[in-house]
């Protein structure tokens, strides 16, 4: 290729998931009571 190699360092975003998903949506009391039943499964699963 001719010319310059402008990098504009965009090609990959962070961002945070936490941010992403308001705190009115479901999945988040879902993932309260899966991570409720997990932990009392830890034993099982060790």
Do not use: K
């Amino acid at each position: 290729m001719r010319g310059g190699d402008d990098r504009t360092g965009a090609l990959f975003s962070y961002v945070d998931l936490e941010a992403r998903v308001p705190q009115s949506h479901p999945l988040r009391a879902m993932r309260e009571l899966v991570n409720a039943s997990l932990a009392a499964l830890d034993g099982a699963f060790a």
